[in-house]
């Protein structure tokens, strides 16, 4: 069974802060509490391989994705090897005319088997879900905002 997972949210940040954040893979270890190893294995242009070990409990599962960056505006992932049948989809980022920006994730997988989907699906649906806040708050972590100065 497919799952599709779509979320958005406006934040104070431009569109190239963001998407330096979510292209920070090395970096997700150390806000993302799930994420417990991240390992970039090739990159070249505009393309990173990467591989990424999620951690909850007593449930570990290694993926690698490949990510085709537009610096600034998009992210699009595509599986190359992990428990999954298929994962792909995206991150956009978006410059608002108000200022501050729009942060879309849009995801969809299936597991390669019904063992794994029942083992491992319900925790991997609430990290996608979580992601883009995961994203927001270290956004505030990261950058410093002159109305809060």
Same mark, same amino acid.
């Given at each position: 069974?497919?799952?599709?997972?779509?979320?958005?949210?406006?934040?104070?940040?431009?569109?190239?802060?963001?998407?330096?954040? %979510?292209?920070?893979? &090395?970096?997700?270890?150390?806000?993302?509490?799930?994420?417990?190893?991240?390992?970039? +294995?090739?990159?070249? #242009?505009?393309?990173?391989?990467?591989?990424?070990?999620?951690?909850k409990g007593a449930i570990r599962k290694t993926f690698v994705?490949?990510?085709?960056?537009?610096?600034?505006?998009?992210?699009? %992932?595509?599986?190359? &090897?992990?428990?999954?049948r298929h994962l792909d989809g995206y991150w956009g980022f978006?410059? +608002?005319?108000?200022? #501050?920006?729009?942060?879309?994730?849009?995801?969809?997988?299936?597991?390669?088997?019904?063992?794994?989907?029942?083992?491992?699906?319900?925790?991997?649906?609430e990290i996608v879900k979580s992601l883009v806040g995961a994203?927001?708050?270290?956004?505030?972590?990261?950058?410093?905002?002159?109305?809060?100065?």
């Open positions: 069974m497919s799952t599709t997972i779509e979320r958005q949210v406006d934040v104070p940040f431009s569109a190239l802060q963001m998407y330096a954040l %979510v292209n920070d893979i &090395d970096a997700y270890p150390e806000f993302l509490p799930w994420c417990e190893q991240t390992r970039v +294995l090739a990159a070249s #242009g505009d393309e990173v391989e990467a591989s990424i070990t999620l951690r994705t490949r990510n085709h960056n537009e610096p600034g505006s998009r992210i699009v %992932v595509t599986l190359v &090897d992990g428990p999954f978006e410059d +608002l005319p108000e200022g #501050g920006s729009r942060v879309t994730l849009d995801m969809r997988f299936e597991f390669s088997n019904r063992f794994l989907e029942r083992a491992i699906g319900p925790v991997f649906r994203f927001r708050k270290r956004a505030f972590q990261v950058y410093p905002r002159e109305d809060e100065a």
